[in-house]
């Protein structure tokens, strides 16, 4: 529905010592979940006091500064298609990195919870957004509300693909891969029958 509206959630509270401590806790938080008592041990005593709403907050800020991750790498790129930007940026925030993927299972569990489910939301629309700016897209209007979508639909099954078999790394390209080309089939299909989708290379141009 948010992603339906164009409504983006408002900007998660950043600095240096809750990025540093998210890094820490991260790095262990497959095996040991996002809890409180595992931030204290990693991040010291008082790190508790970075995140006063908790675990579903820590996990927030988590994919939170994953998007921002994602956004640095992408700054430098040189690429000319937009489909190609949109590629490299997805597989930037979801790497073969199995650190990554059970921290990010343990973390749906959070979310997928009675009090994470709007923090996911929130989170959801965040990264679909920030993959749309790391590819330099500035669409406006429906347009900006129509790529979003799609984008949504397409995000979550490589998520999904990712979750569960995303240490090949060349699998997971090459499912990124077919989910573009689908796209791009399905865009040109409405295009060519008088559909009001998006343009066709809205995200796979």
Known sequence: ATLAAGVMPAPMERDAERDDALRKLAAVAGAYGWSMRTLRTVAGPDADLLFP???????????DLCDRSMLEAMQDTFEPRLSQRVRQAILLRLPP???RRQAARR??????SIRGQKAFRRSW???????WQAAQDDSTGLTYVSKRLTLGGLYASVFLYWLSRGSDSAGLEAFVDRRLADVLRIGRLKARFGGTAAKPESVAG
């Open 53 to 63: 709403a908790g675990e579903v907050e820590m996990v927030e800020a988590w994919s």
């Open 97 to 99: 990195d199995e650190q």
């Open 107 to 112: 973390g749906m569990a959070v979310f997928l």
């Open 125 to 131: 629309v965040r990264t679909v957004n920030a993959i």
